[in-house]
């Protein structure tokens, strides 16, 4: 079946503009989870959602940061007036509800902000 | 989430079995060992996890000490696929929150 998708795979933008990255899940997966992952680190968690609300935000950066699931499904992750250090992969995850579910990953966004 | 401490890196031979410690001396009594890894340019993916016991799966096994304060994650004939980063990880058994905390993890390099 269908993995997790993230979409654009890469995106290149100028420091102080808005980008959107999306997220679809895998079908059934109510938790989802985005993360992001600077060269040579391990990922770093930003945020999760059980279905449509934000059951853990407390990795978000600061506030330029934001993430919306609104239908529970596909997620957008979004970042305000983006810096150079916003330049990493960010990655999405999804799992069944439980604690020690599997998370399932996609393939990343590498974005880069010049 | 606690620490884990594992080997900046490990070489291997194509073949052969691997052996990827992992050291958590701070774990508490419900916290799962987790291990996931991530191949080059893709996103991680789950590998094994336990709490007492040694596991089995298809991708590998899971040594879990008995004192719990070490494990070994056991490759038993890698293969050049096997060429990731492994990240061991630790995840409280009732914590409400399931996010995963990584930490560097061991790249392994396997020889062909």
């Known amino acids: 079946g269908a993995g997790v998708s993230q979409t654009p795979s890469n995106k290149v933008t100028e420091k102080g503009k808005y980008v959107e990255l999306r997220c679809d899940p895998i079908s059934g997966h109510t938790a989802l989870y985005w993360y992001r992952q600077s060269l040579g680190q391990g990922p770093e968690f930003l945020i999760y959602f059980q279905g449509t609300g934000a059951a853990d935000d407390s990795g978000l950066p600061n506030d330029r940061f934001f993430a919306v699931r609104p239908e529970g499904s596909v997620s957008t992750l979004k970042i305000q007036r983006t810096e150079r250090g916003d330049s990493a992969v960010y990655l999405c995850?999804?799992?069944?509800?439980?604690?020690?579910?599997?998370?399932?990953f996609g393939p990343g966004t590498r974005l880069t902000v010049l | 989430d606690a620490k884990t401490t594992q080997p900046n890196s490990m070489e291997s031979n194509e073949e052969e079995p691997v052996h990827l410690p992992c050291n958590h001396s701070?774990?508490?009594?419900?916290?799962?060992i987790h291990w996931y890894r991530q191949l080059p340019s893709q996103g991680p993916e789950y590998v094994i996890h336990?709490?007492?016991s040694n596991v089995n799966n298809r991708m590998a096994s899971l040594a879990i000490a008995e004192d719990r304060k070490s494990s070994t994650l056991i490759l038993h004939r890698a293969t050049l696929r096997d060429a990731a980063v492994y990240y061991c990880i630790l995840r409280e058994g009732y914590s409400s929150a399931s996010k995963i905390i990584f930490g560097s993890g061991t790249r392994l390099s396997i020889r062909p």
């Open positions: 701070t774990i508490s009594g419900t916290d799962y």
């Open positions: 336990g709490l007492t």
């Open positions: 995850a999804s799992s069944l509800p439980g604690l020690y579910n599997e998370q399932f």
